[in-house]
């Protein structure tokens, strides 16, 4: 479904180079956990696929469903499936939640050549989402991410990305600074969203994320690139040992 091979890229401000000939293919339905030291290039790599401006891409393509990606437009990536969700939700105060949401929506429909949904249509899918969420009415007609916890901007989030029912969807350090209670909503949420065919990055420190969100794979991310590559004990692995071993047996500096 989503493919990544060999991608370079290189900041468009200076000539430094950060990601050096990723390689990563994620097949349909299934869940891809990135670990890695910081700086490795994890947040780089999510930028770059949802078409963030500031890097270059010098080498490597990335395929999805057959389309390049990295000819689209963001507008156009995110129509086409891909949903990145923030490592730091922003709060936009005077926008409600609903509004926002439905905006996101319509444009996305619009993008997709399907029709806008009235508010009548909306509200009732918005309203199933958010109870299967286990989201309070009350937090759709708060302004966006205004006042909430940690764990409400996350379930927003889970939120946003059901509405948006993307192909692919990333989390980027999704579980940083939150209690074991919010990072287990957050699990919930990503698995009430698995169906089989909806797959998943998923950038974590944590090990224990991974104990509520079963990954397929698990990569280890160094240096800009993936260096290694294995099954969910590859990030007990991690979580018992740290990254200094692994690197040392791939032969990497980090
Ligand atoms: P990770 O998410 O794995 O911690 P990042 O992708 O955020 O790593 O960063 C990878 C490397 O690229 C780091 O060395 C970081 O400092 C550098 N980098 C990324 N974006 C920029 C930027 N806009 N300006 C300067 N350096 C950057
Ligand atoms: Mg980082
Ligand atoms: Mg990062």
């Given amino acids: 479904m989503l493919e990544i091979k060999n ?15 990723v390689n990563l293919t994620i097949g349909e339905g299934e ?11 994890k947040s780089t790599t999510s ?24 000819a ?4 156009e990536r995110a129509a086409a499936g891909i949903f990145l969700a923030f490592q730091y939700p922003v709060e936009i105060p005077g926008v409600g939640n609903m509004t926002f949401l439905r905006t996101a929506v319509n444009a996305q429909r619009k993008a997709r050549g399907e029709n806008e949904l009235s508010a009548g249509e909306f509200l009732k899918i918005v309203r199933e989402k958010a109870k299967s969420l286990k989201i309070d009415a009350e937090m759709l007609k708060r302004p966006v991410n205004v006042g909430f916890s940690g764990g409400e901007k996350k379930r927003n989030e889970i939120l946003q ?13 999704t579980d940083s600074g939150l209690d ?59 979580e018992h040992n740290g990254y200094a071993d692994i690197l040392k047996a791939e032969g990497v500096e980090a």
């Fill in 180 to 238: 074991v209670d919010a990072m287990k909503l957050v699990a919930e949420g990503v698995n009430a969203l698995r169906d089989g065919k909806r797959s998943f990055v998923v950038i974590t420190h944590y090990q224990r994320l991974l104990d509520y969100i079963k990954p397929d794979v698990v990569h280890i991310m160094a240096a800009g690139r993936i260096v290694k590559s294995g099954g969910p004990e590859l990030a007990l692995e991690v």
């Fill in 47 to 70: 930028y770059v696929l949802s078409g963030r401006d500031g890097y270059e891409v010098t080498d490597g393509t990335v395929m999805m469903d057959g389309e390049d990606v990295l």
């Fill in 7 to 21: 991608l370079n890229v290189k900041l468009e401000e200076e000539d430094k180079q950060i990601l050096k000939g």
């Fill in 72 to 75: 689209m437009e963001p507008e």
């Fill in 31 to 41: 869940v891809h956990a990135i670990m890695g030291p910081n700086g490795s290039g």
């Fill in 161 to 173: 990305m059901a509405m948006l029912e993307p192909k692919v969807c990333i989390l980027d350090e």
